[in-house]
């Protein structure tokens, strides 16, 4: 039998379809094995979001072959779809596929072909549906029910990796949620590459729509939503998002700058008094609410001003944590060619600000719930007693829950994110 091992970069979904490639690997008969172990083939799942994941990527491709020199390396994902040409060139890699082939993966392996297959997400229009049950461990699943992006912010090569927008017919989702729930699932985490665009070249539903007949649904479990651009919470998502205990009160919303200027250069489509706004709304509106966030330095023309200004802007906002990246160009996009790029030892200096930043405001958000009654979900982890509360906070507690949701009192917190210690009620 035959042994294949994964190794997975970048965001959620790509973890989510790693997840979906060793389940076809696994029913066709293979062994699933660590990455760190000797393996007949070898999977590396690429991120090109930033320079440094495409330097990641390549690092673990020359680890998988030095392991055993024998073995087929696959390289699929974003790095792959975007720059074939590079990864094949590694002398390391024996097949190369993008974000199109990897959901037929197994097909290329078992015809022990070797070479480039990539199609080109562009010429690709078709929803590729992706649910993942939590590995089999029936508390939290991920409903993939949109992919690609067609934004084109300056910055940014998701949409060369991902392609471009398209949507889960929403009687398809429905079907998949009452499935999941009548499973036993308590928590069902929506995904997509633009999930706030959902529906749009569908042309007669939108994220709104779907969610207020998701939460109608009967059963005990509540919607997670990934991440979605502040510039599409329309009054209507507003009022389901914060109007419904079937939603939980956590929302990652970008930033990406606290500059009007900079954002501008960046194609983003909102202002900071449009974003600080409904910040505020938000957590007028919802219980407990988590905000979460991404912010980018050293874009370039980036000032000392702008980075102040948006260092000031986020001190005043009640965000619970922020994802913190330092910008590295993108060849193909628009930012690559502007001129200014501001300076390693400044990007560094300034992620570090606003990393500590986020460590500061992530520690008072969990103190202010300390001694107070959450409920939350089982992570179902091997090692420890884990559970995830709605508004975002990890929690280990005194034993297992046996419950599909637990109300849990948060006793103590600590500096990292994940540090925090709580009882069952």
Known sequence: MK????????????????????????KAGYTIVSFNDVADIYVINTCTVTVSADAKSRKAIRKAKNRNPEATV??????????????????????????????????????????????????VNKFQ?????????????????QQGCESFCSYCIIPKARGRMLSERPEKVIDHVKMLTD????????TGTHLGAYGRELGDVTLADLLEKLVQIPGDFWIRLSSIEPQEFSDKLLEVLTGSDKVAPHFHIPLQSGSDRILEKMGRKYTTSYYGALIEKLVNLKRDVCIGTDVMVGFPGETEEDFQNMKKFIEDLPFGYLHVFSYSPREGTKAALMKNDVSPVEKKRRSKELIALSEEKSLQFRKSFVGKKLRAVSLNRSDKNVVLTGNYIQIEVDRRPFSKFVDVVLEDVGRKREDNIGVIA
């Open 3 to 26: 042994k294949v091992a994964f190794y997975t970069l970048g965001c959620k979904m790509n973890f989510h379809e790693t997840a979906f490639m060793e389940e076809a690997f696994r």
């Open 183 to 190: 499973a036993g699932y308590s928590e069902i985490v929506l």
């Open 129 to 145: 549906p992706l649910m993942n049950l939590d590995y089999g461990r029936k508390s939290r699943a991920f409903l993939k029910i």
């Open 74 to 123: 696959v390289v699929t994902g974003c790095y792959s779809e975007v720059y074939p040409e590079a990864v094949a060139k590694m002398r390391e890699v024996d097949i190369v596929t993008g974000n199109v082939e990897k959901f037929n993966l197994i097909g290329i392996v078992e015809r022990g072909e070797k070479g480039v297959f990539v199609r080109g997400v562009w010429n």
